[in-house]
């Protein structure tokens, strides 16, 4: 029978990381359940290529929303993945922190000694930063994060256009200053998709106290209030890996709280609909779901200098040639080199909308957009009140759960998303884009009412695919957390979630830093070290934010 001192379920951004340090000492046994296969091979390993790995069911758990009802009954898409290194290997290798007042706000609500204070040394600690900022900036840590080359003119004409329609410029997002236009960062090492596993899992596998075991984690096997294992299905055959010590859940914001419902631990309402006996009423499991909608807001090129020209087979073939080779060139890259952060309003403390700049138009599922060349910003608010949930299906553990995200049902949600498309065209227009500006290709001249733009929301709003907060944490006494501030599940012992689930609230930006930074600072919480000391780092906040959103 497999058996371990700790048993962590999932294999992703925190899964890795937690397997790696609790396993670093070489005292305790770790068993990682994974059920998807490697990430060897180009679709995955290829920067260039990521709109592959998270369509492929290969690699993907194919999740999609029930119809949102605000969204005209769509379906949208939730890929989650379902390989060594979960969704970091089919991610868009963006890094983004977050900002310092999202993890002050955490603490706020209850989730004590997760403060900006408290989480930015364990940022340090995970990250080797190639262009960062000194003193703010990990130099040492398994997650390499660079800039891109940004040789494509576009880039640097849209930092410019965003310097020109008043708004600052940031060398780092990622250090003291989030607020402006600057370069996006990567998780891109020599050439390669730096992923969770290849940055803590595969070197962390080489030790004898590290096994990886194959197969879909069914429930948490719970005795006496204490959690002794995992049931898992391993290739047809169903067999407990015990945990001598403890569980730790790192299986997404979909599947772990799946998890704690199919082992008892949830809404008692909705466990005894399905047939499942009570072990905790925890009302909270499934509830507070996130996510950042975003718009692609295209415009045409009267350059031939965009990707568009790439497309082909031919310059493909040569692209993947290059990048086998030499793993440079465009290949090497995730094309994601410029971004801002920036404020709504006055009024607004810290910036709540994110820029990615592409220098294409394109799809994220890789279709073009038009047959032309084109560039391209996607553009989001990063706070929207909306909340959704995520329940199950059935009792079967191999059904796909109910995901609900309830998008855009806050009226405040439409009028951000009409300034967010108004904004990026203010920033298009600038003189920056003069010499490459042709037509816009969407939403297109002809939308500019709000009834107008709110359709074009409505149709082609798409998920950023940053899905969190499914098992929040906060005090042990409030009936609506689902984990206390050690990452502890309230009501049974030995067990405990460590991922995106556990946010209280979403993030400024994309999910996989923070996701990595709570699987670091659970690992220490686990093996009751003391946590790392706080940072007296001040974060910069606009000293117009009062008066002025630039």
Not at 89 to 105: E, K, P, T
Not at 221 to 230: F, K, P, S
């Amino acid at each position: 029978m497999a058996e371990a001192d700790y048993v962590i379920v999932g294999s992703g951004s925190a899964g890795s990381a937690l397997a790696a340090r609790l396993s670093e000492d070489g005292r305790h046994s770790v068993i990682v359940i994974e059920f998807g296969g490697s990430d060897a091979g180009p679709l995955i390993q290829m920067p260039a290529a990521l709109s592959f790995p998270m369509n492929m069911s290969l690699y993907d758990w194919g999740y999609t929303s029930e119809p949102e009802p605000h969204l005209g009954g769509r379906r949208l898409a939730t890929p989650r993945g379902k390989v060594i290194g979960g969704s970091s290997s089919i991610n868009g290798m963006v890094y983004v922190r977050g900002h310092a007042r999202d993890f002050d706000h955490w603490a706020e609500s209850g989730a004590a000694g997760w403060s900006f204070a408290d989480v930015l040394p364990y940022f340090k600690r995970l990250e080797t930063a190639h262009d960062g900022e000194a003193g703010w900036r990990g130099t040492d840590g398994p997650m390499h994060v660079r800039h891109g080359t940004r040789l494509n003119p576009l880039y640097a004409a849209f930092t410019e256009a965003g310097r020109q329609a008043g708004f600052e410029l940031t060398p780092d997002y990622n250090g003291a200053k989030q607020e402006g236009f600057g370069a996006m960062e990567q998780t891109i090492h020599q050439g390669r998709r730096w992923s969770a596993a290849n940055a803590y899992l595969k070197p962390a596998l080489k030790r004898p106290n590290l096994t990886l075991f194959r197969g879909l984690a069914r429930r948490v096997v719970i005795e006496n209030q204490r959690a002794t294992g995992v049931e898992v299905d391993a290739r047809g055959t169903i067999q407990v890996v015990r945990a001598r010590r403890e569980v730790v859940l790192a299986a997404s914001a979909v599947n772990s709280p799946k998890l704690l419902m199919l082992s008892g631990i949830g809404p008692a309402a909705h466990l005894n609909a399905h047939g499942i006996g009570v072990v905790a009423d925890r009302p909270g499991v499934g509830q507070n779901l996130q996510d950042h909608l975003e718009l692609y807001i295209q415009q045409e090129s009267t350059q031939p200098i965009t990707l568009y020209s790439k497309l082909n087979l031919f310059s493909k073939a040569l692209i993947g040639a290059q990048w086998l080779l030499f793993k440079s060139g465009l290949g090497a890259s995730n094309h994601f080199e410029a971004a801002a952060f920036v404020r709504s309003a006055p009024g607004v403390e810290y910036p709540d909308i994110q820029f990615h700049f592409l220098p294409v138009a394109i799809r994220y599922d890789g279709k073009a957009a038009a047959r032309a060349h084109g560039f391209q910003a996607h553009v989001g608010p990063m706070r929207s009140p909306s909340r959704g949930s995520v329940s199950l299906r059935s009792p079967d553990p191999a059904d796909k759960p109910v995901i609900r995200f309830n998008y855009m049902a806050h009226p405040d949600d439409w009028r951000d998303f009409r300034h967010c498309i108004r904004l990026t065209r203010e920033i298009f227009a600038q003189p920056a884009f003069d010499a490459f500006r042709g037509r816009e290709i969407a939403p297109g001249d002809a939308v500019q009412s709000d009834a107008a733009l709110d359709d074009f929301i409505r149709d082609h709003a798409e998920s950023a695919y940053h899905p969190c907060g499914t098992c929040r944490m906060g005090h042990a006494n409030d009936p609506h957390a689902v984990v206390d501030p050690q990452c502890r599940v309230i009501g049974v012992e030995a067990l405990r979630v460590a991922d995106s689930s556990i946010f209280p609230r979403i993030t400024n930006g994309n999910l996989n830093a923070p996701s990595i930074m709570v699987g670091e600072k659970a690992s220490d919480h686990i093996l009751g070290r003391q946590p790392l000391a706080p940072s007296n780092r001040e974060p910069w906040i606009n000293p117009r934010w009062r008066d002025s959103d630039r």
